[in-house]
């Protein structure tokens, strides 16, 4: 290891609190990946939770990889220096398990590049009994785990709570079993994938017409796996904290789980459902415990202001002499009291996702907002105290039409109600966030195309020449082609797998998946018809298709 490693680890290290150190002596050794950088990893809760709920283990060993900063990235390929895990710098590939948490498609190809760099073989079949166990969890992958299918040698399917005891124990009794035999074993768990128990077949005109079991046991679907009591589990990401991630010394707080909300585009209502808001009892003891130690305390949730006591838990917050903040609120549960809090609490700040600029095509995807409720929540939060807005808006949704200056009408709405309700005592300021619709798994609008890059090219150039017009605005936003990618991991089989191995040895995926021998608009561009078997669906994530189908036929009339 060269000097300038170990001194960048040393530095990481020196920051945290509650790091977990523990000898490595007869115990299982795991080292929970993820794939994207530090900062970025240590802001998600779920990762978190999982490093504690492992290391709670007498006999599990559980360390963490990031990928590495480019500067890092150069050191390691200059010194030809395997990846190291943080705790007791050890290469990957001397671990029992490599575990990635996978909570977004575009990091998949990042998967690729660490297990290279960690000296494990990137294919899953070409791994022996010396070399560590592939596995992943997290958001992404349970709602397809095809694409990184032949990378993966087992995928936990659903909330990992639920599932890391079974798979510990798996683990106990077949560890010295064949690694054919282990796998075997692990897939007689329910919500255990085990991608190379499974042969996909095409039909001739390159649609997926099965994904066929091998062997007796094998399930022909895996269930999704998720908790019922929420008491259970832990729903606070101390006592590991760093300045360095994204949130600093926030302590995070899950606030509940799921979302009572249906709208068509989002996966949230299939992956996490049913909705589980967690009791204000043990959200204020956490709170407490959080507040302890930082004196901030950072409220996560897909439906945060829809706990039913939510407004109770920001007043214990504040009666403690504690401050919190929200990444988003939903516009309907804006009250003054809940808007008096945020700003009492200094979040100058506050987020609300319209998603579409008109009340018609908000209908469409079930977002179910009226205009009226959006400007109400604006005027709530200016006279609470809120002067920065941030707006969430997509573009290419089904049906959008005159999307784009349906955004700009309500933007100008929306700055004249901040504008009358601050009465000049301060400048309001809008930042508006555009992404591309992205069609996902397991919701109505999975048969729906992408629009095109080229087309939402135009359309966000468009918006900014709107918005440009607006005062104390300004325009984020995502680049098209980083949405076709999504859409195409989040759609793909293990072709697009395949392929992605390709790009990533010759050194540039995104180009050659431009050019590779398939063509990607085969997933992402064409519309599906409403037989047509995705690749997901060897995963029972609880929903039918039916009432799938039946809902994008209402998002698509008229």
């Known amino acids: 290891m060269s000097f300038y490693i170990k001194r960048r680890y040393e530095e990481l290290l020196s920051h945290e609190r509650g790091t977990v150190h523990k000898d490595w002596g007869g115990k299982i050794t795991i080292c929970l990946v993820f794939p994207n ?11 978190q939770l999982i490093y504690a709920l492992l290391n709670a283990h007498p006999d599990v060993v559980c ?4 990928l590495p900063e480019k500067d890092l990235l150069e050191e390691y390929l ?29 990091d998949y190809p990042n998967l690729l590049e660490i297990l290279h760099l960690g000296r ?31 990378f993966l040698d087992c995928v936990l399917i659903g909330e990992g709570e639920e599932l890391v005891e079974e798979f510990l124990e798996g683990l106990r009794r077949s560890w010295d079993s064949p690694r054919k035999d282990l796998l075997k074993e692990l897939a007689l768990i329910p919500g255990i994938y085990v991608p190379s128990l499974y042969e996909p077949r095409w039909g001739t005109d390159g649609t997926l017409q099965e994904i066929r079991p091998l062997g007796t046991g094998v399930p022909e679907r895996v269930p999704r796996r998720w908790l019922q009591d929420l008491r259970t589990s832990t729903l606070i990401s101390s006592p590991l904290l760093t300045p360095e991630a994204e949130f600093g010394e926030t302590v995070l707080i899950e606030v509940g789980r799921g979302c009572p909300y249906r709208c068509r585009f989002c996966a949230v209502r299939t992956l996490y459902d049913p909705f589980r808001p967690r009791p204000l009892e043990a959200l204020e ?15 996560l949730g897909a439906a945060v202001a829809s706990h039913p006591q939510f407004e109770e838990l920001c007043r214990h917050i504040l009666s403690e002499g504690g401050s919190f903040s929200v990444a988003s609120l939903r516009a309907d549960r804006v009250t003054p009291e809940v808007a008096r809090a945020l700003a009492e609490a200094g979040q100058l700040q506050a987020t609300l996702a319209p998603e579409a600029g008109s009340e018609a095509l908000r209908q469409r995807i079930a977002k179910g907002l009226l205009d009226e409720e959006i400007l109400e929540a604006v005027r709530n939060l200016a006279e609470g105290g809120i002067t920065t807005l941030k707006l969430y ?6 049906g959008g039409g005159e999307e784009v200056k349906e955004i700009a009408a309500l933007v100008r709405r929306i700055r004249h109600q901040m504008t009358v309700a601050l009465k000049g005592r301060r400048r309001e300021e809008l930042i508006v966030s555009v ?12 048969w729906h195309p992408y629009e095109g890059v080229k087309r939402l090219r135009q359309k966000i150039k468009a ?20 949405g076709y990618f999504q859409a195409l991991f989040s759609l793909g089989d293990r072709r697009v797998g395949l392929s992605l191995y390709r790009g990533w040895r010759e050194g540039d995926w995104p180009r050659y998946l431009k050019t590779a021998p398939f063509n990607p608009d085969f997933w992402v561009m064409r519309p599906k018809g409403k037989d047509e078997r995705f690749p997901f669906e060897v995963i029972d994530i609880g929903v039918e298709r039916q009432f799938l189908w039946e809902e994008y036929q209402r998002a698509m009339s008229p």
Request: aromatic content about 8%; some cysteine; glycine content about 8%.
């Open 285 to 299: 003891r956490a709170a407490e415990e959080g507040l302890g130690q930082t004196g901030k305390v950072g409220l």
């Open 37 to 47: 950088r530090y900062r970025v990893g240590m802001s998600n809760l779920g990762f």
């Open 120 to 150: 494990v073989p990137v294919f899953s079949s070409e791994r022996g009994p010396r070399d560590p166990l592939v596995v992943a969890g997290g958001a992404a992958i349970t709602m397809n785990p095809e694409p990184l299918a032949p």
């Open 463 to 482: 918006l900014k020449r709107e918005l440009q017009k607006v005062p104390n605005c300004r325009l984020l936003h995502d680049l098209p082609k980083w």
């Open 63 to 66: 360390e963490r990889a990031f």
């Open 78 to 106: 200059r010194t030809q220096t395997p990846l190291l895990s943080l705790e007791s710098r050890r290469p990957l590939n001397q671990f029992h398990v490599v575990a990635f948490s996978l909570p977004f498609e575009n």
């Open 435 to 446: 992404n591309p619709f992205v069609p996902k798994p397991w919701t109505p609008l999975q």
């Open 393 to 398: 808006f997509m573009v290419g949704l089904p």
